[in-house]
């Protein structure tokens, strides 16, 4: 029993450091000097995506409700992206730009990656990435805006408080899930560069299928957590598993969309597709959610 007790308390230890890796990794957040680092441990975090990809969401959520007590929800949306993109430190979104500037044009496979390599944006970035960023913020202060319909109702406020509380559970929920597609991604397709020289070389090896399971497995948590938490408060859970069914089958139109452009115009996956992969995910599911928790009609 003691040694059992043993190897748990090691798995759940092991676990917390590969979290706080992945969480390194993909934001500004310090982590503890306790958690060290070795380069393997950069692979085995992948799994851990999906819970940095929450965490980051919950922030942009919690922003967004403090914001929206002082000024209207367009304003809350805007600053509680650059909430967001400032703890990520617009991580994927300078691999969209860079994806945009790479594969936007009609160049050579060889072409494409030397550009992705150029710290400097061009035209197709820029252009990508201000359309990017203005369809989330249009996406999130749409979900979070009461139609002049709803504004004539008796419940006005209460109309403004649900749509606030479905905008910030978007955040949560469309961040973790955006951020289990590279994972597949990584599964599915081939480093294109030169995994000698990548940045981060661990990710320029596949990973294994217990490695998306997991990842999987962190994404349903946070699905069940937000389950939880309306069913507690006696919302409508059906609403949100609708939202969530209609969210996934975006993500999986997004991965394929995006296993399809990488293979065939770069022959694989780079550190600035996955990137890419994961903006366009996220702006895919908030187009998903929308529809279903606040449709025109």
Same mark, same amino acid.
């Given at each position: 029993?003691?040694?059992?007790?043993?190897?748990?308390?090691?798995?759940?230890?092991?676990?917390?450091?590969?979290?706080?890796?992945?969480?390194?990794?993909?934001?500004?957040?310090?982590?503890?000097?306790?958690?060290?680092?070795?380069?393997?441990?950069?692979?085995?975090?992948?799994?851990?995506?999906?819970?940095?990809?929450?965490?980051?969401?919950?922030?942009?959520?919690?922003?967004?409700?403090?914001?929206?007590?002082?000024?209207?929800?367009?304003? &809350?949306?805007?600053?509680?992206?650059?909430?967001?993109?400032?703890?990520?430190?617009?991580?994927?979104?300078?691999?969209? &730009?860079?994806?945009?500037?790479?594969?936007?044009?009609?160049?050579?496979?060889?072409?494409?990656?030397?550009?992705?390599?150029?710290?400097?944006?061009?035209?197709?970035?820029?252009?990508?990435?201000?359309?990017?960023?203005?369809?989330?913020?249009?996406?999130?202060?749409?979900?979070?805006?009461?139609?002049?319909?709803?504004?004539?109702?008796?419940?006005?406020?209460?109309?403004?408080?649900?749509?606030?509380?479905?905008?910030?559970?978007?955040?949560?929920?469309?961040?973790?899930?955006?951020?289990?597609?590279?994972?597949?991604?990584?599964?599915?397709?081939?480093?294109?560069?030169?995994?000698?020289?990548?940045?981060?070389?661990?990710?320029?090896?596949?990973?294994?299928? &217990?490695?998306?399971?997991?990842?999987?497995?962190?994404?349903?948590?946070?699905?069940?957590?937000?389950?939880?938490?309306?069913?507690?408060?006696?919302?409508?859970?059906?609403?949100?598993?609708?939202?969530?069914?209609q969210t996934l089958?975006?993500?999986?139109?997004?991965?394929?969309?995006?296993?399809?452009?990488?293979?065939?115009r770069l022959g694989?996956?780079?550190?600035?597709?996955?990137?890419?992969?994961?903006?366009?995910?996220?702006?895919?599911?908030?187009? &998903?959610?929308?529809?279903?928790?606040?449709?025109?009609?």
């Amino acid at each position: 029993m003691t040694s059992l007790l043993h190897a748990v308390r090691h798995t759940l230890s092991h676990e917390l450091r590969l979290f706080f890796v992945a969480l390194q990794f993909l934001t500004r957040v310090p982590v503890p000097a306790w958690v060290g680092w070795q380069p393997q441990w950069l692979q085995s975090c992948l799994r851990h995506f999906p819970l940095v990809g929450a965490m980051v969401g919950l922030w942009g959520a919690l922003v967004l409700v403090l914001a929206a007590q002082w000024w209207p929800p367009a304003v &809350a949306v805007g600053l509680s992206m650059a909430a967001t993109v400032w703890l990520t430190g617009a991580f994927h979104e300078d691999g969209w &730009a860079d994806t945009c500037d790479a594969l936007g044009g009609h160049v050579g496979r060889e072409r494409a990656l030397t550009i992705m390599k150029d710290s400097r944006i061009g035209a197709y970035g820029a252009i990508g990435l201000v359309l990017m960023l203005g369809l989330k913020a249009t996406v999130l202060a749409s979900l979070a805006t009461p139609r002049l319909q709803e504004l004539n109702s008796a419940e006005t406020s209460h109309v403004r408080e649900v749509l606030l509380a479905w905008t910030a559970m978007a955040l949560v929920w469309c961040h973790a899930l955006s951020r289990l597609v590279p994972v597949v991604l990584i599964r599915l397709l081939p480093y294109a560069g030169d995994a000698d020289h990548a940045k981060a070389k661990p990710l320029a090896m596949q990973v294994s299928g &217990a490695q998306v399971l997991a990842a999987a497995g962190g994404t349903t948590l946070v699905a069940g957590a937000m389950w939880l938490c309306l069913a507690q408060a006696g919302w409508p859970t059906g609403t949100l598993l609708a939202a969530m069914g209609q969210t996934l089958g975006a993500a999986v139109i997004a991965g394929v969309f995006c296993h399809r452009w990488f293979q065939r115009r770069l022959g694989g996956f780079t550190g600035d597709a996955l990137g890419a992969s994961q903006q366009l995910c996220e702006l895919m599911a908030l187009l &998903a959610w929308l529809s279903v928790v606040h449709p025109v009609a």
